[in-house]
């Protein structure tokens, strides 16, 4: 099994950027894919970005394309979501998760490997 643990979250204002980072123990992150949810009170978890087992492969929701960046460093055994020209409604819980197999996945439920959650807020 592998273990996640977010970093990076924090408050930011509306406009700058921050860096998510994924740090990943117990296994190599070549073997999963992986990806970065948020989550809002009384709403689902939804995916921000995703990337295959060899990072080479990348997938983003319509909020997070062209301001967000989904990265893999195989070799630091890290994901990282670079978070760029941020908005008030990116304020949510990030969380990084990989699923077994190296294929990527947009939905929650294939994914079984979750770390603990980072906020971030964004002021406007």
């Known amino acids: 099994q592998v273990q996640l643990v977010e970093s990076g979250g924090g408050l930011a204002q509306t406009g700058a950027s921050l860096r998510l980072s994924c740090a990943a123990s117990?296994?190599?992150?070549?073997?999963?894919?992986m990806g970065w949810f948020r989550q809002v009170p009384g709403k689902d978890r939804e995916l921000v970005a995703a990337t295959s087992g060899s990072g080479g492969i990348t997938q983003y929701s319509d909020s997070a394309k062209g301001r967000f960046t989904i990265s893999k460093d195989n070799a630091k055994n890290t994901v990282y979501l670079q978070m760029n020209s941020l908005k008030p409604e990116d304020t949510a819980v990030y969380y990084c998760?990989?699923?077994?197999?190296?294929?990527?996945?947009?939905?929650?439920?294939?994914?079984?490997?979750w770390g603990q959650g980072t906020q971030v807020t964004v002021s406007s």
């Open positions: 117990g296994r190599t992150v070549s073997i999963y894919a």
């Open positions: 998760a990989a699923r077994d197999g190296t294929l990527l996945k947009t939905s929650a439920n294939f994914y079984a490997y």
